[in-house]
């Protein structure tokens, strides 16, 4: 059984069809790389993966555990879900830090908040509860300088170039120790140069045991990094297969025309 199976995925915005029946699975430390025209569908998968979004049907199974089923979604407490989306870490492409905190404080506040939520029963004395908190503080910082910010930890995101703020938030996904990391257009709001240092790290972090999914519009970034490729059109997977299949040898007549546009743009 795949580290990742996906099934059946539907999604419906009023009477648009945005996801037309979404099947694909994923070993673990594999990357992925999802590519199609705006408006086929790449980030609304993508939601759907995170629980941003409802699938009207389908499944989801991450390591063998059942995380969405169509059938008893309504069931689901809001907790529940929450809990869920923690195995997905997700790096929006216009950021979304927080501008009042530091880059130190916006990695590191999802796991503070998680602590104190359980700390009545995972952190009983104040001992435990100041070294709890300093694991953060101190994991923070090391995912910083990871992503090559350890001299910009206390600024804040407005003193930050784009791709700084990029990489901030790339570290705050990490921070929450996600089994997928997601990616969505982590570049679309970025100049070239700026891109190539987002990708860089992005690259940096592929290993045997981080398994991402990449939703980009950078084809020489997924066919040189990705284990496997999605071609969406339409709601629907067009083609898939490995980078070599899908951009050396393309089977669809829409996937060479929009590989032939994308890389005539280059």
Wanted: with cysteine; charged share 25%; proline share 3%.
């Amino acid at each position: 059984m795949a580290f990742l199976e996906v099934m059946g995925i539907y999604k419906n915005f009023g009477k648009t069809e945005v996801l037309k029946g979404i099947d694909f699975s994923l070993e673990k430390g594999e990357v992925l790389a999802i590519i199609g025209s705006s408006g086929s569908g790449k980030t609304t998968l993508l939601r759907c993966l995170n629980f941003l979004e409802t699938p009207d049907s389908g499944c989801i199974t991450l390591n063998k555990e059942v995380l969405f089923d169509g059938r008893q979604y309504k069931n689901m407490r809001e907790d529940e879900i929450r809990k869920k989306r923690l195995h997905f870490g997700l790096v929006f492409q216009s950021f979304n830090l927080f501008p009042q905190y530091t880059a130190l404080q916006n990695v590191k506040l999802a796991a503070e908040l998680m602590i104190k939520d359980e700390r009545k029963e995972i952190v009983a004395a104040k001992a435990q509860w100041t070294a709890a908190l300093e694991e953060v503080n101190q994991e923070a910082q090391n995912l910083l300088i990871r992503v090559g910010l350890e001299d910009k930890m206390h600024n804040y995101p407005w003193e930050l170039s784009g791709g700084q703020q990029q990489r901030v938030a790339i570290a705050r996904a990490l921070s929450m120790k996600p089994d997928i990391l997601c990616f969505d257009e982590p570049t679309s709001a970025l100049d070239p140069e700026l891109t190539g240092e987002v990708l860089k790290v992005i690259k940096g972090l592929k290993s045997s045991d981080r398994t991402m999914i990449v939703v980009t519009h950078e084809m020489e970034f997924a066919k040189n990094v990705a284990d496997k490729v999605i071609f969406m059109a339409n709601g629907v997977i067009e083609e898939e297969g490995t980078p070599e299949q899908v951009f050396e040898h393309p089977k669809s007549p829409l996937t060479q025309a929009f590989l032939n546009k994308s890389f005539e743009s280059i």
